[in-house]
Every structure is written in C-alpha cells, then in structure tokens.
C-alpha cells in the first residue's frame, strides 16, 4: 500500500465515522509548498472514545497495527498514536485535537483541497506555517521545518493573510522566526 492509499483510505474511515479531521504536517506543506518526501502523515482528529472504537475496527491486524492501548491513552493525554502498515512500513501519525487555543483556531480555520485524487480537509497555508515555524522553534532550530514554512510563504505569496501570521506569530512567540522567514523570502 502507498502513501496516498494509505492516506486515501484513513481519510475515507475517519469520513465513513464521522470523525473530524485536519491532515497536516509534511504532506500538507509538500501540497501548499514545495513537494518533498515525507516518512509519514500527520492527522489532527476529534476523536472521542466511542469513535476511537470505529477507528480501531477499521484497522485490523495483521494488515495494520494500531495499539489500542496506545489510542486510549492518547484519549486521556489528548497526545498521539501511531497506526502502521507493517509491509510497507508506512505510517500515520494521530493527534489529538487540544483545548490549546491555536490548535482550535487552526482546527476550525482547514480548508478543503484536492491531492492525488483524493479530496481532505487541511490546515490553511497561514497555519501550516506557523505550526513549521513552531515545530521549528521547538526542536532547537530545525532548518527543514524552516524549509518547508519558507517555500509554502513563497508559493502562496499575497494570497497569505499577513495579520493572521502576525497575531498568532504574536502569541506564540514566533516573531523573530517570522521576520527571518519574510527577510528570506524578499518580503520583509
């Protein structure tokens, strides 16, 4: 199974369960930017524990592993879990939907797009970048994380909100790696 069959397919159980999602990450940055290749998918889920158990049946063993423990917890942290796809060693990466008021923001902000022949709800360009320039930030000065919010600012140019980024760049202590990324993009 591919990477976009395997994205294909959880975008069509989390769909089928009524579950909310947002894909994020690497693979949104390579459809708002530049394409790169990613290890994994990175999905934003409202998940519930009554909807936890549609996702569980959904992914079975041997064909996926997808710990059920895992997702509980992840239930009570409001953290992550993994599902994998053992043959082909793909993954997705769940994470849960936080009470913290720029993953709600975003959350509510996704934008519906098309990728590959599959249509999914993601993150809007402001927000993809930010949440690199953070991932950025939080990882001691990730220049790949850099990469990827520089060529998604370059790509979308004036189409981006410039006082969305500058509020939550404001409240999320990102100023500075703002200000980098517009002087590196000729826009600052």
Same mark, same amino acid.
């Given at each position: #199974? =591919?990477? =976009?069959? /395997?994205?294909?397919?959880?975008? !069509?159980?989390?769909?089928?369960?009524?579950?909310? +999602? #947002?894909?994020?990450?690497?693979?949104?940055?390579?459809? %708002?930017?530049?394409? &790169? =290749? @990613?290890?994994?998918?990175?999905?934003?889920?409202?998940?519930?524990?009554?909807?936890?158990?549609?996702?569980?049946?959904?992914?079975?063993?041997?064909?996926? +592993?997808? *710990?059920? %423990?895992?997702?509980?917890?992840?239930?009570? &942290?409001?953290?992550?879990? !993994? /599902?994998?796809?053992?043959? @082909?060693?793909?993954?997705?990466?769940?994470?849960?939907?936080? *009470?913290?008021?720029?993953?709600?923001?975003?959350?509510?902000?996704?934008?519906?797009?098309?990728?590959?022949?599959?249509?999914?709800?993601?993150?809007?360009?402001? *927000?993809?970048?930010? #949440?690199? /320039? &953070?991932?950025?930030?939080? =990882?001691?000065?990730?220049?790949?994380?850099?990469?990827?919010?520089?060529?998604?600012?370059?790509?979308?140019?004036?189409?981006?909100?410039?006082?969305?980024?500058? +509020?939550?760049?404001?409240?999320?202590?990102? !100023?500075?790696?703002?200000? &980098?990324?517009? @002087?590196?993009?000729?826009?600052?």
């Amino acid at each position: #199974m =591919s990477q =976009s069959e /395997l994205l294909a397919r959880v975008i !069509n159980v989390l769909d089928a369960a009524g579950i909310d +999602y #947002m894909v994020t990450g690497s693979t949104v940055s390579s459809i %708002q930017g530049e394409p &790169r =290749s @990613t290890h994994d998918i990175d999905v934003v889920v409202a998940l519930t524990a009554a909807s936890a158990d549609a996702l569980l049946r959904a992914f079975p063993s041997p064909e996926f +592993y997808l *710990d059920e %423990q895992a997702v509980r917890e992840a239930l009570v &942290r409001k953290d992550m879990f !993994n /599902l994998l796809q053992p043959d @082909t060693g793909e993954k997705v990466d769940f994470w849960l939907l936080t *009470d913290d008021a720029f993953d709600q923001a975003r959350f509510r902000g996704k934008v519906g797009t098309s990728f590959e022949g599959i249509t999914l709800k993601v993150s809007r360009p402001e *927000d993809t970048i930010l #949440m690199k /320039l &953070r991932w950025c930030k939080m =990882s001691g000065g990730s220049e790949k994380q850099f990469q990827d919010a520089l060529r998604i600012f370059e790509v979308q140019g004036s189409g981006l909100d410039q006082s969305h980024l500058d +509020y939550w760049a404001t409240q999320l202590g990102l !100023n500075e790696l703002l200000a &980098r990324l517009r @002087t590196a993009a000729g826009a600052g």
